[in-house]
């Protein structure tokens, strides 16, 4: 018998550049895949990755119902069913003989092109008529509509993007729906809660990688690397806080505060959460929808809160809609935690809630704000990361003050010096 003398890594290491090589990522991309799932479902994935998701529709229920919508559509040579029992206003849209795009319905607003994995926040959130809701990264406007409609156009609905170019998209879709709660502006996320506050539910939808759409743009395979995935983690830790800062705790009916991204890196979900939990008097809440996987409480090198398995993640294999990841929180109050002073088994000191990736970040904080749009353009539902141009953190040093009482001790102090060379001169 032939005993292999090769070891676990070296096995290991093989395997990544042969996935590397027959699937096309970078190398950095797929050592963090691999971590997420058993080889066998991760090849699931990968593959599942290569294939387009299907078309699907969300019937606007502010002018039709999708019982009427589908029977029209149908009439028009469009084969489609009911996206499963987890909606009540999903579609999918098998092949169709017209443009989707083009229709007298969706010009009339009777429907509209959506992701089936940007149905999930909007649900999770549950906003209700007559409530206040900020939608922070809004453009182009699906998660906005379906919140206006679950709304019943009642209230007032703070449609946010920090781009003024896909503001035009977002008001003329909600125009087009038929929204007449909204409000559309153009405001940095991390700084809204000084330009509005006191809201009962917040979604933020927030600028990502991408890793979960890689069927829609495969140049995530060798675009992202470690430096750029930091990064875009930081600007969404800040645009967290400041999505739970603009909500209020004391809302009867709502206190909530929905985070999703299409990505599927740990460092930009449960990362993320995970430190919003630490410096933020709020907790984790169930979806309240039925389908997706728990999420990670603790994976590899990272150790999180352990009501994070009340997250969801969704991956193209087990639920044929693109890679996605939602977390819920109810807001407790306006306290800001500090974050405590831990030790490793080596003897060092960290904050507690960042573990081992504190040394990984570096200098990431003030380099958030160089993200531009490059990464909220994966998707169409993905939002913007802001524009800023200002330098933080370089607040200048006051000099240090002398007050009179030190003045005249150091003038004593100089004239018992002189006394005491004159003496020794005498002597």
Same mark, same amino acid.
């Given at each position: 018998?032939?005993?292999?003398?090769?070891?676990?890594?070296?096995?290991?290491?093989?395997?990544?550049?042969?996935?590397?090589?027959?699937?096309?990522?970078?190398?950095?991309?797929?050592?963090?895949?691999?971590?997420?799932?058993?080889?066998?479902?991760?090849?699931? !994935?990968?593959?599942?990755?290569?294939?387009?998701?299907?078309?699907?529709?969300?019937?606007?229920?502010?002018?039709?119902?999708?019982?009427?919508?589908?029977?029209?559509?149908?009439?028009?040579?469009?084969?489609?069913?009911?996206?499963?029992?987890?909606?009540? %206003?999903?579609?999918?849209?098998?092949?169709?003989?017209?443009?989707?795009?083009?229709?007298?319905?969706?010009?009339?607003?009777?429907?509209?092109?959506?992701?089936?994995?940007?149905?999930?926040?909007?649900?999770?959130?549950?906003?209700?008529?007559?409530?206040?809701?900020?939608? !922070?990264?809004?453009?182009?406007?699906?998660?906005?509509?379906?919140?206006?409609?679950?709304?019943?156009?009642?209230?007032?609905?703070? @449609?946010?993007?920090?781009?003024?170019?896909?503001?035009?998209?977002?008001?003329?879709?909600?125009?087009?729906?038929?929204?007449?709660?909204?409000?559309? &502006?153009?405001?940095?996320?991390?700084?809204?809660?000084?330009?509005?506050?006191?809201?009962?539910? %917040?979604?933020?939808?927030?600028?990502?990688?991408?890793?979960? %759409?890689?069927?829609?743009?495969?140049?995530?395979?060798?675009?992202?690397?470690?430096?750029?995935?930091?990064?875009?983690?930081?600007?969404?830790?800040?645009?967290?806080?400041?999505?739970?800062?603009?909500?209020?705790?004391?809302?009867?009916?709502?206190?909530?505060?929905?985070?999703?991204?299409?990505?599927?890196?740990?460092?930009?979900?449960?990362?993320?959460?995970?430190?919003?939990?630490?410096?933020?008097?709020?907790?984790?809440?169930?979806?309240?929808?039925?389908?997706?996987?728990?999420?990670?409480?603790?994976?590899?090198?990272?150790?999180?809160?352990?009501?994070?398995?009340?997250?969801?993640?969704?991956? /193209?294999?087990?639920?044929?809609?693109?890679?996605?990841?939602?977390?819920?929180?109810?807001?407790?109050?306006?306290?800001?935690?500090?974050?405590?002073?831990?030790?490793? @088994?080596?003897?060092?000191?960290?904050?507690?809630?960042?573990?081992?990736?504190?040394?990984?970040?570096?200098?990431?904080?003030?380099?958030?704000?160089?993200?531009?749009?490059?990464?909220?353009?994966?998707?169409?539902?993905?939002?913007?990361?802001?524009?800023?141009?200002?330098?933080?953190?370089?607040? &200048?040093?006051? /000099?240090?003050?002398?007050?009179?009482?030190?003045?005249?001790?150091?003038?004593?102090?100089?004239?018992?010096?002189?006394?005491?060379?004159?003496?020794?001169?005498?002597?």
């Amino acid at each position: 018998a032939v005993v292999s003398t090769q070891s676990t890594g070296e096995y290991r290491s093989v395997l990544l550049k042969d996935l590397c090589q027959y699937y096309e990522y970078n190398e950095f991309l797929m050592s963090h895949l691999v971590e997420l799932m058993p080889l066998g479902e991760l090849l699931d !994935m990968l593959d599942a990755q290569e294939a387009k998701r299907p078309v699907t529709i969300r019937a606007n229920s502010l002018k039709t119902r999708r019982r009427d919508l589908a029977q029209t559509l149908i009439s028009r040579g469009v084969n489609l069913d009911p996206i499963g029992k987890w909606s009540k %206003v999903g579609l999918v849209v098998y092949n169709t003989s017209v443009p989707l795009g083009a229709t007298p319905e969706y010009l009339a607003g009777h429907y509209m092109l959506q992701g089936a994995s940007s149905f999930v926040p909007v649900m999770a959130l549950n906003a209700k008529p007559g409530e206040r809701v900020l939608d !922070m990264c809004a453009a182009p406007g699906g998660k906005s509509a379906y919140i206006a409609a679950l709304m019943k156009n009642t209230g007032m609905l703070v @449609s946010n993007d920090a781009s003024k170019e896909r503001t035009k998209a977002l008001s003329a879709n909600l125009h087009r729906l038929g929204v007449h709660n909204a409000v559309v &502006c153009n405001y940095d996320g991390m700084a809204f809660p000084k330009v509005m506050g006191n809201f009962d539910r %917040v979604l933020l939808d927030a600028p990502c990688s991408g890793t979960g %759409v890689v069927s829609k743009d495969a140049s995530v395979k060798q675009s992202k690397d470690e430096e750029e995935i930091l990064k875009i983690a930081e600007a969404q830790k800040r645009l967290l806080l400041a999505a739970i800062d603009s909500c209020d705790h004391t809302s009867k009916t709502g206190g909530v505060v929905v985070y999703s991204t299409c990505s599927v890196m740990v460092q930009e979900n449960e990362w993320v959460v995970d430190y919003a939990l630490k410096r933020r008097n709020v907790k984790l809440l169930p979806l309240g929808v039925d389908i997706g996987k728990d999420g990670f409480s603790r994976i590899n090198k990272y150790r999180f809160d352990s009501s994070l398995s009340l997250t969801k993640r969704y991956y /193209p294999h087990t639920h044929n809609m693109d890679g996605f990841f939602v977390a819920k929180f109810q807001k407790l109050s306006n306290i800001v935690k500090e974050p405590k002073e831990v030790f490793r @088994s080596d003897g060092e000191s960290e904050e507690e809630g960042v573990g081992d990736v504190t040394e990984e970040t570096g200098d990431v904080t003030e380099e958030a704000d160089e993200i531009t749009e490059e990464a909220g353009d994966v998707t169409e539902e993905a939002g913007v990361v802001t524009e800023e141009t200002g330098v933080e953190g370089m607040e &200048c040093e006051e /000099p240090e003050k002398k007050y009179p009482s030190e003045k005249k001790a150091k003038k004593g102090k100089k004239k018992k010096k002189k006394v005491t060379k004159e003496k020794t001169k005498d002597s």
